[in-house]
T-cell receptor
Framework: AQTVTQSQPEMSVQEAETVTLSCTYDTSESDYYLFWYKQPPSRQMILVIRQEAYKQQNATENRFSVNFQKAAKSFSLKISDSQLGDAAMYFCAYRSAGGGADGLTFGKGTHLIIQP | NAGVTQTPKFQVLKTGQSMTLQCAQDMNHEYMSWYRQDPGMGLRLIHYSVGAGITDQGEVPNGYNVSRSTTEDFPLRLLSAAPSQTSVYFC????????????FGPGTRLTVT
């Protein structure tokens, strides 16, 4: 079974600064998808960014980018120019690419605090 | 286009009571699933379905039943609620294949006393 580990229960960053959230995963598969989800206090789960394992290029969405290291099984999220609205729980998630029936395996989350 | 809807948003049950959490999606997604979120545990998969008439167990299925009679609806049933089922429940849907994101409902906070 796959596992996802987020080693930082909580992170704090000054507004406008850059912060990196860590995620590692364990799998024997070669084809899979990785996701970062944001959960604000409203508890709605919002997709931040996704990465397909067969793509070597790191995904980028505006101020959000990932550092995907397939050999090291690492998938960190970098948030540039942090804003107050970025304060939330962030979850790293894994899904197998085979068959389509697999659900997401989530890490335990990182609570991101933005200091004004 | 409402996306994924869940009812109710909040519910309090007594131990032993039964109830059904409703979930519906209007995106014609084949795949639907239920997760529970507990403090410090992230989200864990309860049951999932790859289409009408097909369901299967996830990581934590005990105490829950599901059915999928239509593409749109995927209710989660608690037959005899226990305090260990106190949690936030999320329904999600996505197209069956490809790197598509899961679209999540707003969640149901369930308390079993």
């Amino acid at each position: 079974a796959q596992t996802v580990t987020q080693s930082q229960p909580e992170m704090s960053v000054q507004e406008a600064e850059t912060v990196t959230l860590s995620c590692t995963y364990d799998t024997s598969e070669s084809d899979y998808y990785l996701f970062w989800y944001k959960q604000p206090p409203s508890r709605q789960m919002i997709l931040v960014i996704r990465q397909e394992a067969y793509k070597q290029q790191n995904a980028t969405e505006n101020r959000f980018s990932v550092n995907f290291q397939k050999a090291a099984k690492s998938f960190s999220l970098k948030i540039s120019d942090s804003q107050l609205g970025d304060a939330a729980m962030y979850f790293c998630a894994y899904r197998s690419a085979g068959g389509g029936a697999d659900g997401l395996t989530f890490g335990k989350g990182t609570h991101l605090i933005i200091q004004p | 286009n409402a996306g994924v809807t869940q009812t109710p948003k909040f519910q309090v049950l007594k131990t032993g009571q039964s109830m059904t959490l409703q979930c519906a999606q209007d995106m014609n997604h084949e795949y639907m699933s239920w997760y529970r979120q507990d403090p410090g545990m992230g989200l864990r998969l309860i049951h999932y379905s790859v289409g009408a008439g097909i369901t299967d167990q996830g990581e934590v299925p005990n105490g829950y039943n599901v059915s999928r009679s239509t593409t749109e609806d995927f209710p989660l049933r608690l037959l005899s609620a226990a305090p260990s089922q106190t949690s936030v429940y999320f329904c999600a849907s996505r197209p069956l294949a490809g790197p598509h994101e899961q679209y999540f409902g707003p969640g149901t906070r369930l308390t079993v006393t």
